[in-house]
């Protein structure tokens, strides 16, 4: 499909005008396109030709608009830290439209009524990062929104110095967020609720619509995918950095990418969020953080569903989670079925990890080559012990799955990439200078984490001492 032929559709807009509020891009000076997806661009049935063209640069900066074109902010509350914020919003993020299925938002794209004092921009680094980390996580098969274009450009603005702004068009099946519901809830707005709640039916989960309670049915679907997302996250070792309730996609998703990381040596009370001084969002509080949200969610769906249904679903939580969690790490692991041993041998291995300051991405694809000779593992660590003794069960636990096929299993679920802040800073630095070639190198690596790329080995290593652990703001 051509740019000019495109038609976009707004469901949204027929909500009441409570949910939303009008308003138009500020297009950025002088902009230029740094990258655009062509995965995406295929998902959304636009011929990868089109990206190439001015008229992509200039939709991707507001200045195109596609027939049907109306565009809006989004409204919405949050707990922020734990504290309820009763009304907050898309502060630079700008809705353009539905199409193929995928709601498209260009962020960084100016001041809208929920900017609160704020430019409504998004600098270069923060544009960069998100980017191209929304692409590793797919690739890492977990949920999250897309991107389907960046794009830098000449306009200043002022963070704790003067940067130039960027703006991404992100690319999601839904924008609706945990704090949606609290915003209608917390201002007794119970018939726009309902709404909500049946636009997110159809929008997300349209297999119960028409069926008995389906808000009770709602809130466990939400339930059962956080757990999932949870337990990935924290089977590759990822640190969100901010899950407030407004940063908690109702349909499951990796949202709003701000001070996260990737761990370097793994740590179960990693902080990567500089702002988060009690480490309210560390890497280990995740799964127990996304089940404060979901009661936060359930007491804002209380007007429409039975609290005593939901709060018998969510008691289901940990063990919901904790089923997830296995399962993605006996795939990691090569394990075949399970056995009563494997919960102790995958805690055990995140304790032994953390005691010899071992790279997680890098023990974990090591192992996936493992076939008895523990050279290569040994060298991820400080000392010997007590990974020998560790490797010592594994070796137990392995010794009638084939070989071959552990090997395989792993190498798909290992990955040998993932994109580490140190590899990402590189990139944005190369990119103030107005080199754009790592961003490219990068996004290869993000689209293929499970694939060699020879070219790319040293991005493969255990981060460099100098920038391990390192905290980000949220204006990252």
């Not at 995928?102 to 600098?123: C, M, N, P, W």
Request: charged share 25%; aromatic share 12%; net charge negative.
């Amino acid at each position: 499909m051509k740019l000019n032929d495109i038609k976009v559709s707004n469901p949204y807009l027929r909500l009441d005008s409570e949910f939303y509020d009008k308003v138009k891009p500020d297009p950025l000076f002088a902009p230029h396109l740094i990258h655009a997806n062509q995965d995406v661009a295929e998902k959304l049935n636009i011929d990868k030709d089109e990206l190439s063209s001015d008229t992509f640069v200039q939709w991707l900066n507001g200045e195109y608009h596609p027939q049907g074109t109306e565009s809006f902010s989004m409204c919405y509350a949050g707990h922020q830290f734990g504290h309820f914020v009763p009304r907050l919003g898309d502060g630079r993020a700008i809705n353009i439209g539905k199409l193929s299925g995928f709601e498209l938002q260009l962020k960084g794209a100016g001041i809208t009524e929920y900017s609160r004092h704020g430019d409504g921009r998004a600098v270069l680094r923060s544009s960069i990062r998100e980017y191209l980390m929304s692409e590793a996580m797919h690739s890492l098969k977990i949920p999250t929104t897309l991107c389907l274009g960046l794009i830098g450009s000449e306009h200043k603005v002022r963070r704790e110095s003067i940067e130039t702004a960027a703006m991404v068009c992100r690319v999601s099946s839904s924008w609706v967020r945990f704090g949606t519901f609290e915003y209608f809830a917390a201002g007794g707005m119970f018939t726009e609720l309902k709404s909500l709640a049946n636009y997110v039916i159809d929008e997300s989960f349209p297999h119960i619509k028409g069926k008995n309670d389906p808000y009770t049915l709602l809130f466990n679907e939400v339930m059962v995918i956080t757990c999932r997302l949870m337990a990935q996250w924290m089977s590759v070792g990822f640190n969100h950095g901010v899950m407030n309730t407004d940063n908690m996609s109702i349909a499951g998703l990796t949202i709003d990418y701000g001070p996260f990381a990737f761990l370097d040596d793994f740590r179960h009370e990693n902080v990567c969020n500089h702002t988060d001084t009690q480490g309210r969002y560390s890497f280990t509080n995740q799964p127990s953080i996304a089940k404060w949200n979901l009661q936060s969610l359930m007491k804002a769906l209380s007007p429409l569903a039975s609290m005593e249904k939901m709060e018998k679903i969510l008691a289901l939580y940990d063990k919901v989670y904790i089923r997830y969690l296995h399962y993605y790490m006996c795939k990691k692991l090569g394990l075949e079925g399970t056995v009563e041993e494997d919960p102790a041998i995958i805690e055990d291995m995140f304790d032994m990890l953390e005691t010899l300051h071992v790279d997680y991405t890098l023990f974990m694809r090591t192992l996936s080559h493992y076939e008895g000779d523990r050279t290569a593992l040994l060298a991820t660590g400080m000392y010997h012990e007590p990974m020998n003794a560790w490797l010592d069960r594994y070796d137990v636990r392995i010794q009638y799955i084939d070989k071959v096929e552990r090997k395989k299993q792993m190498l798909c679920n290992n990955p040998k990439y993932v994109l580490k802040n140190y590899m990402l800073q590189e990139a944005i630095d190369a990119a103030i200078e107005g080199d754009f070639s790592i961003v490219h190198d990068l996004f290869t690596i993000a689209q293929a984490p499970f694939d060699e790329h020879p070219a790319f080995e040293r991005w493969s290593e255990a981060t460099p001492k100098a920038f391990k652990n390192q905290k980000l703001s949220c204006s990252s």
